[in-house]
Each structure stands twice: as C-alpha cells, then as structure tokens.
C-alpha cells in the first residue's frame, strides 16, 4: 500500500463549511497528489506536489487549496464546500524509480 | 494536452472467456502508459504499466497489455477470465513528466458465471 493513509476516510458537511483532508505518507517520496473520483469522470487531478511548499494546479482546482508543510503530510482544503464537491478524494505518491503512482484508500465526502 | 479514452463502460464477458478492455491515447510525447484496477470500495491498484521497451507487457493476476504507436492503443487483456476479476478498470497516461495522471472514464467488468 505504499505506506499511504488518508484521514477521515469518510466525512459529511454541510454547504459552506471549511473542510480539511489530510494524506500522510511514510515513505518520503518527494511527488504527492490528490484527485477525486466521480462516476463518468474517472479519476481527475486537483491538485500536486513536487516538494515542501512547492505545489501546483491540475485540471480541476478551482475550490480547492493544498498545503505541504513536511515531506508526509499533504493536506487538501475546501474552503467552503460546495455540493458540487461530494466526491471520493485519493491521495497518491509516485515512486519515481519506477515511474508509478500508488494511491491511498479515499476519502469519501458528502456535502449536504 | 493528453487524453483517454476508454471504450465501453461496461464489459460483460463469461467466467474463462478473453476479457479485452480497449484503451486509446493522446498525448504528444512518447508517453507513459497505466492500467489501475479498483474493486468496490477500495482504492486504485496498479496492474501493469509501458514506459520504454518492450511493447508487450505483463502484469500481475494473469493480465497483459500491448501497447500499439501506430494506433495509440493500449488495450488489456486476459485469456481466461475469473469471477475474481470483476472490479473497475481504469486506463491512464503521463507525459514522462510528473504532473499527475490522466485517466480514461473507467470501464466496468462484469463477469457473467
């Protein structure tokens, strides 16, 4: 499993209420990532990390805030949900030796 | 830009039957190709992957891919199927780059007994 855990591994807010993930690796891989899962859509990318502090924007990022203050622990926020944003949320890391991603268990978020 | 697309978003083969699930790319650089499996309720498990060499590739639980420049496919496949193998499959590329994955729309394998 790569070391990876993701907390909480479900959650329910309410519209317009701050909501925090956190991934938490173990294996000091440099790469992090987060997409989320809807059905129809596959996997999509939010947002990466390239290092601490060194983040980036993927395709769907709009909504969405991450912070990387240590090799570990990558934290995604939203910071005022919307219902748009239920969804299954992964954490991956890539192991750059051998070119591959490895994803966490999910996050699955409902926002009423 | 890339993109995935996978055909069909629900296979039903019968148990020993070929399982092929079709996946087309684009991208443009050589690129690296993914397949990731999911069973309900889990997250993504990687099942084989091409990044240079040999175009055929084998994977883990009996699956292999092809992967086709001409046609920019890369299609899996199993010889014999198991009622084990029912899950979601999930096509994916990289530009060579490590800015995330691109994924296909899922396909949904059912295995009929």
């Known amino acids: 499993d790569a070391g990876i855990t993701q907390s909480p591994r479900h959650k329910v807010t309410e519209t317009g209420t701050p909501v925090t993930l956190r991934c938490h690796q173990t294996e000091n891989h440099r790469y992090m990532y987060w997409y989320r899962q809807d059905p129809g859509h596959g996997l999509r990318l939010i947002h990466y990390?390239?290092?601490?502090?060194?983040?980036d924007k993927g395709e769907v990022s709009d909504g969405y805030s991450v912070s990387r203050s240590k090799t570990e622990d990558f934290l995604l926020t939203l910071e005022s949900a919307t219902s748009s944003q239920t969804s299954v949320y992964f954490c991956a890391i890539r192991q750059e030796t051998h070119n591959e991603q490895f994803f966490g268990p999910g996050t699955r978020l409902t926002v009423l | 830009a890339q993109s995935v697309t996978q055909l069909g978003s629900h296979v039903s083969v019968s148990e020993g039957a070929l399982v092929l699930l079709r996946c087309n790319y684009s991208s443009s650089v050589p690129p690296y190709l993914f397949w990731y499996v999911q069973y309900p309720n889990q997250g993504l498990q990687l099942l084989l992957k091409?990044?240079?060499?040999?175009?055929l590739v084998k994977g883990i639980n009996g699956f292999e891919a092809e992967f086709k420049k001409s046609e920019t496919s890369f299609h899996l496949t199993k010889p014999s199927a198991h009622m084990s193998d029912a899950a979601e499959y999930f096509c994916a590329v990289s530009d060579r780059g490590a800015d995330g994955l691109t994924f296909g729309k899922g396909t949904h394998l059912i295995i009929q007994p």
């Open positions: 990390s390239y290092g601490v502090k060194d983040t």
């Open positions: 091409y990044t240079t060499g040999a175009t």
